[in-house]
């Protein structure tokens, strides 16, 4: 929407449910050829993610191969009725991204599901079906103002702390504060209202 | 169902991966008992996904696909695991939380216990209080944040009743008198920042024993 896409990866881009088929490939039969194409779709936008965040473009590379070979380990666990493919690997990209002596636990904190008893299984009261999901947060999105859209990138997808975004939109840093406020709460609305 | 949620603020730092570490532990728990939030989560989760995919791409640099080729061919995919359930059980003499080691049950007025959650990192203390019913737990307020969730049994205070799976996300400035639910004892898990002060006559007694 505000973020220009890179022109030459037009043709190259795939639908969530082709990018899901590449993960369980891998898992299924270890599939090269479905990793190289994950990789090509992934690890630029990851580099890309991870340098709008801050890491320097070295850094940034690293983290990216990292985080696909990661995609590789763990492919087995992804579900397609739990998260898309895209979503899976921002938690995976986010995971890394934290500092490595927190690492391992935060990991396992940001996984929802990995508590400490392995039964009973609990029902998923609220969780909906990730095609679902999916397209009710694409329909949050659009509906958020530019400047909503702007906070919630760079507080929540970049993980920005308030004060440097202040001074990157050149705002008071109480004005920041509010606004990610506000925008939050309008996400949750929208995503609430979208049922 | 929780009727009491953490700030969506607090749930998209979080998600973010930007929330504190012992305050992470506090969500994490209240995630397990709230599928609304549980949602709420997972739809950020989603929408990170949906901003990686429109993010400018920055071209990795020359062999790089091929290196990691090279690389996951002598990587194994880790068979399936057991996918956990979001239950979370509180066991009086569990020592770990969500793989944090727990100390002691410690003593610290009557009717009221108090157990560190050992978590390395911050300027938060996150500890876990367990209380008998009926309690009315000194009046108190303190410098930071304050993020309680409650595990078992229920407090009330001016905000309302909170019951197991509720959180309470308290600014700093904001007077607690809260009152333990008759029925059963009530257990908190609680990670706060700067310093707790109580503020009645019993409270100010006993504030130089609590190091909490």
């Not at chain 2, 049950?105 to 959650?117: E, F, M, N």
Request: net charge negative.
């Amino acid at each position: 929407m505000h973020d220009r896409p890179m022109r030459t990866d037009l043709k190259a881009a795939k639908s969530p449910a082709e990018l899901a088929q590449l993960i369980e490939a891998i898992a299924a039969s270890q599939d090269c050829a479905a990793f190289a194409a994950l990789f090509d779709h992934f690890a630029p936008r990851l580099k890309g993610f991870l340098m709008r965040a801050g890491a320097p473009a070295a850094g940034a590379e690293e983290l990216a191969q990292e985080a696909l070979l990661t995609v590789w380990r763990k492919a087995a666990q992804f579900d397609r009725s739990r998260a898309g493919a895209a979503a899976w690997i921002f938690t995976i990209a986010r995971n890394l991204r934290i500092d490595g002596a927190r690492r391992a636990q935060r990991g396992k904190l940001l996984d929802i599901e990995a508590t400490e008893e392995a039964d009973p299984p609990a029902p998923p009261d609220a969780l909906l079906l990730a095609s679902e999901r999916e397209q009710r947060v694409h329909a949050a999105l659009e509906h958020l103002s530019e400047d909503q859209m702007c906070v919630v990138r760079l507080s929540f997808f970049e993980g920005k702390p308030h004060a440097d975004i202040a001074t990157e939109l050149a705002l008071p840093l109480g004005t920041v504060k509010s606004r990610i406020r506000l925008a939050m709460n309008r996400l949750r609305e929208l995503l609430g209202d979208l049922t | 169902m929780s009727r009491h949620h953490p700030k969506d603020t607090t749930l998209a730092d979080y998600a973010a991966g930007t929330l504190g570490e012992g305050r992470s532990l506090v969500v994490a728990a209240h995630l397990a008992m709230c599928g609304q939030c549980h949602e709420f989560v997972s739809a950020l989760e989603e929408a990170g996904g949906q901003l990686l995919d429109r993010v400018e791409a920055v071209a990795m640099s020359e062999g790089a696909s091929a290196r990691a080729l090279e690389r996951v061919a002598g990587l194994a995919v880790e068979p399936k695991a057991v996918r956990p359930s979001r239950q979370i059980v509180w066991r009086a003499e569990q020592d770990k939380l969500l793989g944090y080691d727990l100390g002691p049950w410690r003593w610290i007025s009557p009717g009221l216990h108090y157990r560190a959650v050992n978590v390395p990192q911050g300027d938060t203390r996150v500890f876990m209080l367990k209380a008998v019913p009926g309690l009315k737990i000194p009046a108190h307020k303190h410098t930071g944040t304050e993020l309680t969730c409650v595990l078992k049994g229920a407090f009330i205070h001016e905000s309302g009743r909170y019951a197991a799976g509720d959180c309470d996300d308290a600014d700093q400035e904001h007077e607690h008198n809260p009152v333990i639910d008759e029925g059963e004892e009530c257990v908190c898990l609680v990670a706060m920042q700067g310093e707790l002060q109580f503020t009645g006559f019993f409270g100010r007694m006993i504030q130089p024993f609590i190091r909490i």
